[in-house]
């Protein structure tokens, strides 16, 4: 069982930065393929970037890319959210996700571990 923590959330004006830290229970952390979601209520669920247990891949949303970036530390069991250029609707609920493998289930039935999420709002 992996336990997912998130920490970092906040408010922040548009064009504003603001990192998102996951810290992680399993001492396994560094198999895993790690992720960030983000959820506004109401509307489904969106992915937003993945980093592969080597952290030699990552892979965004065409929304994000070139503003967000994802990456860990296999040492301290982190994976972290870089956000930068901040826009309002990015405003949501973050998620931190794992799983074993990442691949075509995580757009269906997501990962299998998730945090309890993290509020970023960006006011205009």
């Known amino acids: 069982q992996v336990q997912l923590v998130e920490s970092g959330g906040g408010l922040v004006q548009a064009g504003a930065s603001l990192r998102l830290s996951c810290a992680a229970s399993e001492r396994t952390f560094s198999s895993y393929d790690m992720g960030w979601f983000r959820q506004v209520p109401g509307k489904e669920r969106e992915f937003v970037a993945v980093?592969?247990?080597?952290?030699?891949?990552?892979y965004y949303a065409n929304s994000v890319r070139g503003r967000f970036t994802i990456s860990r530390d296999n040492v301290k069991n982190t994976v972290d959210l870089q956000m930068n250029s901040l826009k309002p609707e990015d405003t949501a609920v973050y998620y931190c996700a794992a799983d074993s493998v990442y691949g075509r289930h995580w757009f269906v039935s997501g990962p299998k571990y998730w945090g309890q999420g993290t509020q970023v709002t960006v006011s205009s």
């Open positions: 980093i592969t247990w080597s952290g030699n891949g990552t």
